[in-house]
């Protein structure tokens, strides 16, 4: 209680509760607006928070993270545009009830469907840290060196897993993730690796430096030289509180659909898709009327609202329980914690238990906070769908440069985002994923860190998994490899039958 107490005083400062509302509002706008997304702005915020107070940089990407997928949705529905990757599936029963003359409704469905499952995402996390509180503490004397390393190794295999039909891609993509972490100095052996002695690859890539090139400088690159489409015009009228009674006439759904956002948003490399795509297929198998489904359906648009917005509390559980970020996200938020001197991990919930209470109680502040702003405001938010998106690629192409640059004054650190910048632009245009890179370039940082500090415990192959975590984790390695491995033998079977 006394930690909670400490929490809840650091999020009631001032600085603390600004960035809750700028993140909030700054997330909703970027969310509905098609072509940036919460990646691309956490990526252009990431060098500002350098000189920003840890709590406050956390929650500011925090509230942007939390709240672009409300926002997300207002595209998505309005226009059959969705504003952020993962308010596609919103398209196919929101745009359907927009045609159908019911905009409002189900506009009002996704706020009070989002707004749900980030509140059961929350809930079920602090739940979790009052009950399992004094267990987790003690999880730091069951996790070396090795095990933290076998629990990075599982995050990638996840990872790749989860890129179901590009897995061969991903991995390769993961790879180069990896390779850029490995170059610069080795400090405790003073091993210089891939350096070519050039003194700006001594102390490695930035890691600031390259998210801004893979994602926002490749996403500018590609709004600029993409066309100027105007959209169709939709006008949004009356009420926006309807959708709370139609949650409630379909909690059974809500609550599934919530539960697997939570599932989901634990377990590193799944994420909203995945959510998105067992709750709808849930809902639909127990719907009354599944024929409705992609047609505008009130159960379908809730199934997928709910799910997303319950993964980003979730997500942050491995983040801060193991260390391992789950997706890009998660592993930009690595950064700030890494600036402040807090090292995610088992230990964290006995050295910053207030911390965890102040990052998740902001996180239910977001969504109070976003929900009231839209139910007054989605009239004037919707006119952001409107931006030329050539002008928005000069922006955020304008804002990268100036954030890589404030770093360490160091134009250096643009050239390099330029070359990161032209990866992420081919790789958008080849429609391969960028997730894995940054993944690669985080989980490579942790196994190598936690190889060369276990290097002394290991003498064979075997020391690796001799431990009862590190052991458990192999095996749920192999099983996920050989699910894998099955799954392929299956698929090509059908294929040729």
Not at 324 to 333: D, F, H, I, K
Not at 347 to 376: G, H
């Amino acid at each position: 209680m006394d930690a909670f107490l400490l929490g809840l005083e650091s999020l009631l400062q001032p600085t603390v509760l600004l960035a809750i509302v700028i993140g909030s509002v700054g997330g909703v706008v970027i969310g509905a607006i098609p072509g940036i997304g919460p990646a691309i702005a956490i990526a252009i915020l990431l060098p500002a928070t350098v000189f920003l107070d840890d709590l406050v940089s956390l929650v500011l990407l925090l509230g942007i993270y939390g709240s672009s997928m409300y926002g997300g949705a207002i595209p998505a529905i309005l226009i059959n545009t969705p504003g952020t990757p993962v308010n596609a599936l919103t398209t196919y029963d929101g745009y359907a009830m927009t045609r159908r003359g019911a905009p409002s409704r189900a506009l009002s469905l996704a706020y009070s469907a989002s707004f749900f499952g980030g509140c059961f995402s929350i809930a079920a996390a602090l739940i979790a840290l009052f009950a399992f509180g004094p267990y987790l503490r003690d999880l730091g004397a069951l996790f070396g060196q090795r095990d933290i390393l076998m629990a990075a190794i599982l995050g990638a295999v996840l990872l790749i897993a989860a890129h179901r039909k590009t897995m061969v891609i991903a991995a390769m993509l993961f790879g180069f993730g990896f390779l850029i972490a490995m170059i610069g100095r080795q400090t405790t052996r003073k091993i210089d690796r891939f350096t070519f002695d050039i003194e700006y690859l001594y102390s490695g890539f930035n890691l600031i430096v390259v998210i801004v090139g893979i994602f926002a400088l490749s996403q500018a690159l590609n709004l600029m030289v993409g066309k100027d489409d105007d959209p169709p015009e939709a006008r949004v009228s009356g009420g926006l509180f309807t959708g709370f009674r139609d949650l409630i006439s379909n909690k059974l759904i809500t609550v599934i659909s919530a539960c697997y956002g939570t599932v989901m948003g634990i377990i590193p490399g799944v994420g909203e898709f995945v959510a998105q795509f067992f709750s709808y297929s849930t809902a639909r198998a127990i719907s009354k009327d599944p024929a409705r489904f992609g047609h505008g359906s009130p159960e379908g648009l809730l199934a997928s609202e709910t799910s997303n917005n319950a993964v980003p509390a979730a997500a942050m559980i491995p983040l801060l329980a193991l260390g391992v970020p789950g997706e890009a996200l998660t592993a930009m938020m690595m950064v700030v914690f890494f600036d402040a001197g807090i090292k995610p991990g088992p230990d964290i919930f006995d050295t910053n238990p207030d911390f965890l209470f102040s990052l998740f109680s902001a996180l239910f502040l977001v969504n109070i906070f976003v929900l009231i702003t839209l139910l007054f405001s989605t009239k004037f938010i919707a006119k952001m769908i409107y931006i030329p998106n050539r002008f928005l690629g000069a922006m955020i192409m304008i804002l990268s440069f100036i954030g890589v640059y404030s770093i360490r004054n160091s134009f250096v650190d643009c050239i390099f985002a330029v070359i990161f910048g032209y990866i992420g632009f081919i790789l958008r245009r080849l429609d391969w994923p960028l997730v894995p890179i940054v993944l690669g370039l985080v989980l490579g940082s942790i196994i190598l860190e936690r190889l060369t500090a276990g290097a002394g415990q290991i003498k064979t192959a075997l020391d690796l998994i001799n431990r009862p975590v590190s052991g458990t984790l192999f095996v749920v390695i192999l099983m996920v490899m050989g699910f894998i491995i099955w799954t392929s033998i299956r698929n090509r079977r059908k294929h040729f039958q």
